[in-house]
């Protein structure tokens, strides 16, 4: 059975930086899609940042470009997301997700497992 069990959300102050954990157990990070999700209330769920065993590449939404980054640590069977210079609007209940089929991108439908979500709230 695939667990995906996430850590690290909270309440930061606005250019704060926060790093999400996503620890899977039951899947190995050989061939992969991995993404970070957000879910507002009374929003869809939109992709923030995913990455691909396909060629290793990471895409982020254009929003956190530059504040964010996805990172894997496969020892730990781990995935991170580094928020840095957070902002109000990045408020929102986190997700990460996986799949065993890699280059699902943003396709959140198509993502197999999920985490519980984390809570992120950037006070102004």
């Known amino acids: 059975e695939v667990q995906l069990v996430e850590s690290g959300g909270g309440l930061v102050q606005a250019g704060g930086s926060l790093r999400l954990s996503c620890t899977a157990s039951?899947?190995?990070?050989?061939?992969?899609?991995l993404a970070w999700f957000r879910q507002a209330p009374g929003k869809e769920r939109e992709g923030v940042s995913c990455?691909?065993?396909?060629?290793?590449?990471?895409y982020y939404t254009d929003s956190v470009k530059g504040r964010f980054t996805i990172s894997t640590d496969n020892a730990k069977n781990t995935m991170y997301l580094h928020m840095n210079n957070l902002r109000p609007e990045d408020t929102s209940l986190y997700y990460c997700?996986?799949?065993?089929?890699?280059?699902?991108?943003?396709?959140?439908?198509?993502?197999?497992?999920w985490g519980q979500g984390t809570q992120v709230t950037v006070s102004s």
């Open positions: 997700a996986a799949d065993h089929i890699p280059g699902l991108g943003f396709r959140v439908g198509e993502y197999d497992y």
């Open positions: 039951g899947f190995t990070f050989d061939d992969y899609s």
């Open positions: 990455m691909s065993s396909v060629d290793g590449s990471t």
